[in-house]
Structures are given as C-alpha cells and as structure tokens.
C-alpha cells in the first residue's frame, strides 16, 4: 500500500556509506529528509548530493538530519562519493543507504513490491526512486515529494516547505501559495474565531471569514 502523508515512516535496518543504522534510532528527536536515487552514477543524482551536502548546515539549524537511499550496494556509493567531491567540491557530509535488494524502496512505495532484484536493473527500472520524504521527530511523514529523473530536486524547496511544516507542527497556521519563511501565515480553520483569539491576540486580518492571516510568529 502507498504511503501517505500522516503515516508512520516505516522503520528499516540497513548498511550505509557512515555504517550500520536503525532508522529511528538514527532519526532519534530529530526532524528528518530522506531522499532517494534510483542507480548511483546518475548525473542529476549527483548534483543533488552535492548540493545536499553543501546545505547540511541549512538542515541542521532546523534541527533536521538528512539522510540519502540510492538502489546500489554501499561499495558503489563510495566510489560515488569520490565523484561528488570532485564535481561539487564536498565530500558527502551525511549517510546514503544501500538498498540493493529493494527492501526500502518497496517499504515507501517507491517501486513495486513485485519488483526483482535479480538481474542487471538499470536507473530506467528504477525510475521511480526519485521522493523526497519529510519525517516529523514522532516519525510520522510530513511530506512526500516525487521527481522525474530529468528534473534535479531544489534544495530551496525542501527547505522551504521544512520550514513551513515546522510552523504547523509548533502553531495553529498554514502557509500561503508562495510562503516564504518570516512572511504572514493563515490561522487554520479547524481553529474557531473564539479559540484563535486566544492563541493570536493581535488579531489578524480576513479578506474572507476562513482566509485569516496573522504575522509570523517569530
């Protein structure tokens, strides 16, 4: 069954290019971005590590790990790595999974659970193996994101939207189309005019009685 987002990201055990993790162990009190790749010596792939890797310190003030799965052995990964560090110019600052049998990407709906490991897969085959999974420190998935293999994820984004799951997790808001973090938010509508008084009492405006925005709460 696909996961949604609500839902408990699955725990696994698996090898990576850091050693041997417990995911939510690993996870701990922590936000988390999981990102996935479907073959290793992929050239959008590799960018994208790179450029992870250069904005680990972006992720950590938000008290969040990253953590890569690429569908290749950890021995490939590290030879992997030695090209990341050539083109980007860092070396990869945090875990990328092994997940040659497919386990973990069958777990978070990536591919098929009909899908084989056996026999020569190219990223083709994997093509799916292309998310972007939020976990909240209760380990429940905050987002699910899906890329196409010609298309390279925007660190931007996943931060933006980190930033805006965060809010709704510690306030009553949403975010607006465009939001960017510091920018107003919208009380949410599950919070009645009388209880959201309370929690914001500078008021708010409402160019409609359900669209009310308040100042970010810094």
């Not at 993790?21 to 971005?33: A, E, K, P, Q, Y």
């Amino acid at each position: 069954m696909a996961l949604r987002i609500g839902d408990r990201a699955p725990d696994f055990t698996a090898s990576t290019t850091t050693g041997t993790i417990s995911f939510h162990d690993w996870i701990g009190d922590s936000w988390c971005v999981l990102f996935s790749h479907p073959k290793d010596f992929t050239p959008v792939c590799l960018t994208e590590l790179g450029q992870m890797a250069i904005r680990k310190g972006d992720f950590e003030a938000r008290g969040c790990k990253i953590i890569g799965l690429s569908v290749d052995p950890v021995a490939r990964h590290l030879a992997w790595a030695d090209d990341v560090k050539d083109v980007c110019g860092t070396p990869l600052t945090y875990p990328l999974i092994g997940d040659p049998d497919l386990d973990i990407a069958k777990a978070y709906g990536m591919l098929p659970a009909s899908a084989s490991a056996a026999g020569p897969r190219t990223a083709m085959d994997n093509a799916t193996v292309r998310n972007v999974f939020i976990i909240a420190p209760d380990k429940t998935i905050r987002l699910i994101l899906a890329y196409p293999m010609t298309t390279g994820r925007s660190v931007d984004e996943i931060l933006r939207v980190l930033d805006s799951v965060q809010l709704t997790a510690d306030h009553k808001l949403a975010t607006p189309a465009n939001w960017q973090p510091g920018e107003d938010a919208v009380i949410v509508t599950s919070l009645s005019d009388e209880d959201a008084r309370k929690a914001f009492p500078n008021g708010w405006r409402a160019p409609k009685p359900y669209l009310r925005f308040v100042e970010h709460p810094n």
